[in-house]
């Protein structure tokens, strides 16, 4: 049998912003490769414990025909022999969840599931972790979904984690265009795969992903008035570059600037760092 994805997780969504996703830790190398599947406006699911990866592409084929999650859950699992040993949480297109948990998954292992989110883990320390991720998603409602995720992963491990230690996590959430340049359903895809704290690792990651693909709001950019405009160009002399844009691309903040009558509070203080 394949290696243990002992791990918790939580699948869940934010009907109104049109966002589902995952987040995940686990003492398993890249665990993000296993663990994580999201469609936008399909649905989000997590297939963990002696990991069955087919629930992934499979659960969101089910999900697409418009199942909801937990008849999705009996599909994948009553046509696996190897359910007694699996977990694996669903969240569908209109945050209906399920999580199910084998018979013979290592302890302790559980599951928890309410409005818009499905909460899971195996091989922890107790059910206490798998309380923290849902209490946390719970009392966290109008912040946005990744950071959502990123305290639930936090509260779960300050609540005990995985009884055998830590080593990887993974946070994902799609958006239909919601991705780089609009061009993309993927809004969030981080991951690390070997790391000692591996959730410090992946909040630090966050926060440059979203400096660098985030936005913010239109009416808080700053206007380019004149005292401004000479500060720029001081700033942007020293960098070799001519133009804001050109700096933001070698910075990867293009997504950050348009035009050069308003300036995004982001960009300018990361210039005002590299200068």
């Known amino acids: 049998m394949a290696d243990v994805v002992a791990t918790y997780s939580i699948c869940a969504c934010d009907l109104a912003a049109g966002q589902w996703g995952v987040a995940t830790q686990s003492k398993f190398l890249a665990v993000g490769s296993?663990?994580?599947?999201?469609?936008?406006?399909?649905?989000?699911?997590?297939?963990?414990?002696y990991a069955n990866p087919r629930y992934g592409p499979a659960g969101l084929d089910l999900l697409r025909d418009g199942l909801p999650a937990e008849e999705v859950v009996e599909r994948l699992t009553g046509a696996d022999d190897g359910r007694?040993?699996?977990?694996?949480?669903?969240?569908?297109?209109e945050g209906r969840a399920?999580?199910?948990?084998?018979?013979?998954?290592?302890?302790?292992?559980?599951?928890?599931?309410?409005?818009?989110?499905?909460?899971?883990?195996?091989?922890?320390?107790?059910?206490?972790?798998?309380?923290a991720l849902a209490a946390a998603f719970e009392s966290s409602a109008g912040?946005?979904?990744?950071?959502?995720?990123l305290d639930c992963l936090d509260?779960?491990?300050?609540?005990?984690?995985?009884?055998?230690?830590?080593q990887s996590a993974a946070l994902l959430v799609v958006e239909r265009d919601g991705g780089y340049a609009s061009l993309s359903d993927v809004l969030v895809d981080l991951r690390v795969d070997d790391h000692r704290d591996p959730l410090v690792e992946l909040r630090r990651i966050y926060r440059m992903h979203d400096a660098l693909f985030?936005?913010?709001?239109?009416?808080?950019?700053?206007a380019v008035d004149d005292e401004l405009r000479a500060e720029l160009d001081m700033l942007l002399a020293r960098t070799g570059h001519a133009t804001l844009a050109d700096?933001?691309?070698?910075?990867?903040?293009?997504?950050?600037?348009?035009g050069e009558d308003a300036v995004d509070p982001v960009v300018l203080e990361r210039l005002r760092e590299t200068a």
């Open 34 to 49: 296993v663990v994580p599947w999201a469609e936008p406006r399909v649905g989000a699911i997590a297939t963990q414990a």
């Open 84 to 93: 007694a040993h699996r977990q694996l949480g669903v969240v569908d297109g």
């Open 98 to 131: 399920a999580s199910f948990t084998g018979a013979e998954c290592h302890a302790w292992a559980g599951g928890r599931t309410g409005d818009g989110y499905a909460a899971q883990g195996n091989i922890l320390v107790s059910g206490d972790t798998v309380d």
């Open 143 to 149: 912040a946005p979904l990744a950071t959502r995720l």
């Open 155 to 166: 509260a779960a491990e300050a609540a005990g984690g995985d009884s055998r230690g830590r």
């Open 214 to 222: 985030g936005a913010t709001p239109r009416d808080r950019w700053l």
């Open 247 to 258: 700096w933001a691309g070698v910075e990867n903040l293009e997504e950050r600037v348009d």
